[in-house]
């Protein structure tokens, strides 16, 4: 939990204000099945949990927006005029609320006034736990309270996510947005990213948890090969539109697929697309699980999924392989990376009576194999963006 009167202290001495700022909260995200899958138009499950990031913001009566980070104090305060927001490269992590800000003035909601803006976060630093989801859906939350715009959450994780989009250059879907913003208390969201559509599951087991691992090797979406996956199965699906009107690759199923999937032409790329199709139908298959209960068959689709992103879609590492494999001998019941990968962090189901031996086994393990420290979180499924009263 972050020290809320530390944040509203550095907010006073940092802009120099007697001003008491609002506190708004937006929650890091794990996604439990469906990897990659969001900006393939197909199904994903996934849920808010209780890290993120802090806000405290305030209007300044002025005409300048004024950022500062506690976890990136070495920045300083990020200054722009609000009339003149644009991408720029020293301005580091305040690129995602400034992408924020510039859309939501693109989009007609312009600011009477200065904005300024404290932040602190304890979602681990390049994790793939969505901390640029989470810092994207605080700034929102605090425009919308301050200003009194009206969007809804499902227009603002749109709008949140068109930010990242072309202002950040990250082509990610609409999942780590949506659920930052839609997410409900011990209920995981079954989402269907072309459409919105999506169904709230309760997880209310008092005998299993979600743990995350981070295996602390660090990755940069707009660095990686995230976006080269994006063209990858871009290129696949318009191979596949030559022989067959579809609409995106999540809208064949696997009989279908393996019936055309001879016709993309370049084998890599038919990798990238065998991955998303069985995911999709993975995804479902889950959803169902949760539903009934069934632990034992969710967990084993998540061993099954992050088997798919290690040799079709090719975004696991070493690492991150140790540590699924470690969670499967130490008795998880399922275990998968979680996020765009290329490093980051796992998530786990464990059984609650063995947490304290999976949790120092693991540590232990992962230690002599690689000589760098596992973080290990046990995470509790939260709500989405909001206003702390």
């Known amino acids: 939990m972050i020290d809320l009167e530390k944040l509203q202290s550095s907010f006073k001495e940092n802009f120099n204000t007697n001003n008491s700022p609002r506190i708004y909260f937006s929650p890091g995200r794990i996604n439990l099945m469906g990897e990659h899958i969001d900006y ?19 209007p300044n009566k002025q005409n300048e927006i004024r950022l500062f980070s ?32 510039h859309t939501f003035q693109k989009k007609g909601f312009k600011l009477s006034q200065g904005l300024d803006i404290v932040f602190s976060g304890n979602i681990p630093h390049n994790s793939g736990l969505s901390s640029s989801a989470s810092i994207e859906l605080a700034t929102a939350e605090a425009l ?48 269907k990213s072309d459409t919105l559509k999506y169904k709230l599951v309760p997880f209310l087991s008092k005998k299993h948890s979600f743990i995350i691992i981070n295996s602390n090797i660090n990755r940069k979406l707009s660095d990686s ?65 949760l539903e009934n209960k ?36 130490e008795g998880a019941l399922g275990s998968k990376m979680t996020g765009a990968g290329f490093g980051g962090c796992t998530v786990s189901l ?22 760098i420290d596992a973080d290990i979180y046990i995470v509790k499924i939260s709500k989405g963006a909001q206003r702390i009263k």
């Open 144 to 191: 919308k309270d301050l200003f009194d715009f009206k969007l809804n959450k499902i227009e603002t994780a749109v709008l949140c996510r068109e930010s990242e989009n072309n202002f950040n250059g990250v082509s990610c879907g609409i999942m780590d947005q949506f659920v930052c913003s839609m997410g409900e208390e011990n209920k995981v969201i079954l989402l």
């Open 350 to 371: 464990i059984p609650n009576n063995i947490i304290s031996d999976f949790i120092k086994n693991i540590k232990r393990e992962y230690k002599i194999k690689y000589s």
């Open 225 to 289: 090969k995230y976006n080269e996956r994006v063209k990858e199965c871009d290129s696949a699906l318009k191979d596949l539109k030559k022989i067959k009107k579809t609409k995106n690759l999540c809208s064949l199923d696997t009989k279908e697929f393996n019936k055309y999937k001879n016709k993309i032409k370049n084998i890599t790329h038919r990798k990238r697309a065998e991955h998303v199709v069985e995911e999709n139908y993975r995804t479902k298959l889950a959803a169902k699980a």
């Open 70 to 101: 506690l976890n990136y104090k070495e920045v300083g305060i990020v200054k722009t005029h609000i009339r003149d927001i644009s991408y720029r490269k020293e301005q580091e992590w305040a690129n995602y609320p400034l992408g924020v800000i």
């Open 294 to 329: 069934e632990l034992n068959l969710f967990g084993k689709l998540m061993y099954e999924s992050h088997k798919s992103l290690h040799y079709n879609y090719e975004v696991s590492i070493p690492h991150l392989d140790t540590l699924v494999e470690l969670s499967e001998k």
């Open 40 to 58: 393939n138009g197909g199904y994903v499950v996934a849920a808010a949990v209780n890290m993120g990031t802090y806000a405290a913001a305030y």
